[in-house]
């Protein structure tokens, strides 16, 4: 008996499901017509016409009603409701093709030709977001030196961000993201001029970003000794770098004589007795070595390199000539050594270089759009393994993620 239950269960249920799927292929009406198909064979009778028709002989009613009739049959035709509805799905058809709007354009203004390299350490803290505007934070800076590149950098560095990613060609943990523009350090990599052919800030100098343009950046350095006198230079972007390089000591030409300034102001000529194209405001009690070889007049032509390089003319009366053979010390600022950050810990996680390059998210989530790549050769610390996804620290912490993130790699990934 138990057997035969269950069948006829599978019976019943299929039963319905049979009428369902009936009613569903079918008109609402179907399940009522098998009854009135008996009845339709007798309501043939409406073959009845040919009596009406018997009527119809009546020729004088048939020509009125036939011609009323006629035009109305043809008006109620449908193409009116045609072309109405075909135009409908055309119209509703289109929405459909019409493209998604585009996105924003990004903040920078310097062009894709603009990318400014080096290493240099960033402010402790500085944070690093996923997006030129709003967006969330992917990376912090630990203050150690960073291998960077700088583009995309917009007309306002001190109000909106420029992309940085933390590369500079070699292998690294390179993190792909938006900063403030103002807060990553920028040096001049050659000498870039003030006042052409006579006065131009060093090479080596440190510099402050105050805009930018296609192609160019504006910056401003302040000159040391001087009564907080700064000075602003515009160039291509291949004048900057961010890494300090080596300063170019002053060539002191062999038979040369020094001169110090005696006066707080000192202009700089473009000739003897020419125009001035720049002065000097300086502390007072402070005073700068230039070297002549050359003096005309009441004219010293004089040369200097330290912040700036000058190379013009100056009124002897504004110096104080050194006695001959007479040499002194040339002042070079000193470069600040940074500690860096250490990873401090009783039982330190594994180091390992990777083989090829690893895409690396902010989440474990295969759908999160990655945020950087752990380049092929670079050192990394394996810190942890959960559900597939290996979170890892660049060797040298240049960068670390927020306290909610973290550097993700797929476990199966990670390097031996």
Known sequence: MSKTTPSRRRFTTALPAALLVAGCSSSPQSPEAPPRAPRATPARPAPAPPPLTAAAPAPAPPPPPAPAHAPAPTTAAAPPPAPAHA????????PAHVPAPAPPPPSG????GCVIRGSSPIAKGTVLYDAPSGGRPIASFTGNYTPMSLSDIPADPSALRAKLVTSAGGPNVRIEGYATASAVPLWSARDIPLAAGHVWVASSQKLGLVSAAPGALTVEVTISGSNGQSVRATAACEAFALSRGAPVPMAVPGNGRGYLTKAQSVDILDSPNGQSVFTLSLFEGVQKLFWSTETSGAFVHVTYRSDLVIDGWARASQLDPLKKGEMMDQY?????????AKLLSDDPPRIATATRDIAIRARRDEKERPIGVVESGAEIYILETVAGWTNVLPKKLYVVPPEEGGFWIPASETPR
């Open 87 to 94: 135009p409908a799905p055309t119209t509703a058809a289109a």
């Open 109 to 112: 203004v310097t062009g894709p």
């Open 332 to 340: 070079i600022p000193p470069e600040t050594q940074v500690a860096g």
